[in-house]
């Protein structure tokens, strides 16, 4: 069992449908990170974060501690969303090292 | 700010030849990063280099060697070029000092074809 489990793998969508991504981990975290990853473009982190919630633009990202769980929602979904989604955590034992979850492709039709 | 800086964008090297990848930031971050990412696939971690003089493997480092130079460059070289390592290439940093995490900052990547 990975230690990092994304779901869903792919997942398509019309233009203002609410998305949500859902990443649950085994391990104890200092940190949970979500990034995004463009067609071959390059990679940006959307959100770092440890406790709560988090809001940018339309990207709110949660985490629960005591389930080891968090979600990325979008809302108003557009197809420059259209993008693979990556969820990564800090394990408390290393700081330094993160380990990845295997992202979720996201297809936003017109 | 100019972020992670890493040079080339693309190469193409012969098999058996050798080159190296630079990697640079201005964030004054403490840890470096390597990682390749193949066709379909996540990233996989080649190096990492938890603070300035350290240096530690990371998941696939067969057929690599880095140099943490100073604080600012990270350096991935490919001694002896094979096919298997075209992939692209990207360098991140973040400062991982426990009361100070930050986020990843990755570099725009280096296609690699080895032929």
């Known amino acids: 069992k990975n230690e990092v489990e994304q779901s869903p793998q792919n997942l398509t969508a019309q233009e203002g449908e609410f998305i949500t991504i859902n990443c649950s981990y085994s391990?104890?975290?200092?940190?949970l990170h979500w990034l995004q990853q463009h067609p071959g473009g390059g990679i940006v982190s959307l959100f770092m974060?440890?406790?709560?919630?988090k809001k940018h633009g339309r990207l709110i990202a949660t985490i629960n501690i005591q389930e080891k769980h968090s979600s990325l929602h979008i809302t108003a979904s557009h197809p420059r969303d259209s993008a693979v989604y990556i969820c990564a955590v800090s394990s408390m034992d290393s700081n330094y090292q993160l380990i990845w979850g295997a992202g979720t492709k996201l297809i936003i039709k017109p | 700010n100019a972020g992670v800086t890493q040079t080339p964008k693309f190469q193409v090297l012969k098999t058996g030849q050798s080159m190296t990848l630079q990697c640079a930031q201005d964030m004054n971050h403490n840890s470096m990063y390597w990682y390749r990412q193949d066709p379909g696939m996540g990233l996989r971690l080649i190096y990492y280099s938890a603070s300035e003089g350290t240096t530690d493997k990371g998941e696939v480092p067969n057929g690599y060697n880095v140099s943490r130079l100073n604080k600012r460059e990270f350096s991935l070289r490919l001694e002896s070029a094979a096919p298997s390592q075209t992939s692209v290439y990207f360098c991140?940093?973040?400062?991982?000092?426990?009361?100070?995490?930050?986020?990843?900052?990755f570099g725009n990547g280096t296609r690699l074809t080895v032929t």
């Open positions: 391990v104890g975290i200092s940190a």
């Open positions: 991140a940093s973040r400062d991982s000092r426990i009361l100070y995490n930050s986020p990843l900052h």
């Open positions: 974060l440890s406790s709560g919630k």
